[in-house]
């Protein structure tokens, strides 16, 4: 009895294993039947198997569309059999997608991220008013924030007016301007209080484990 025990690596490869290796052996079979009118019949009754062990997406558009390709390719596309849809093809199935381009930005200043870049881009396309003037500050702000999330010291508005003259192709000048910034004691404050818990919050035991009885 233990001479003919089974181990799964010396078993055929699963080709979809979701299915398990007893619909594949169906499937297997259905390849040997001699007439279509056989294979026909069976390729419908796996189809239906096949549904049966995954009711949720019954209703999903394209569900049966998705079944028949299924069958075809656990098949090795060697099942001749009529099918409603279009037979998959191995071709087109071992075509290997195109490369994602992904945008290629090196900032000079990296800290800052990319997202500053394109506020600076939108800001440079507004007409001169408060609303500008609100949002470039609004930048000039964020920029100051990340600057110290990556450098935990102090820095100097001229600084951060310095680099968004720079990003902003010299169109946005605020080195003259009366109004500051806000201080870097504000902003670290912000940062720590939408971070994590306080030290010393502890959350309540309500276990009886330790509770003396009398």
Known sequence: MIDHLEYNSEREHLIIPEYGRHLQKMVNYAKTRETKEERNKLAKAIISVMGNLQPHLRDVPDFQHKLWDQLFIMSNFELDADSPYE???????????????YPQNHPKYR???????????????????????????????????????????????????????????GKINLLN?????????????????????????????NSNRNRKRY
């Open 111 to 169: 800290f800052y991220g990319n997202n500053i870049k394109t506020m600076i881009d939108v800001a440079n396309t507004w007409e001169d008013g408060e609303m500008k003037e609100a949002l470039v500050y609004t930048i000039a702000n964020h920029m100051k924030k990340c600057f110290l999330n990556w450098n935990k010291d102090t820095v100097e508005d001229e600084v951060i007016f310095e680099h968004l003259r720079e990003l902003s192709g």
């Open 87 to 101: 037979k998959p093809s191995r071709e087109v199935l071992a075509e290997r997608p195109e490369p994602l381009k």
């Open 177 to 205: 301007a009366d109004e500051d910034l806000t201080d870097a004691s504000s902003l670290l404050r912000s940062k720590k209080k939408y971070g994590s818990n306080k030290k010393g919050h502890h959350k309540k035991n």
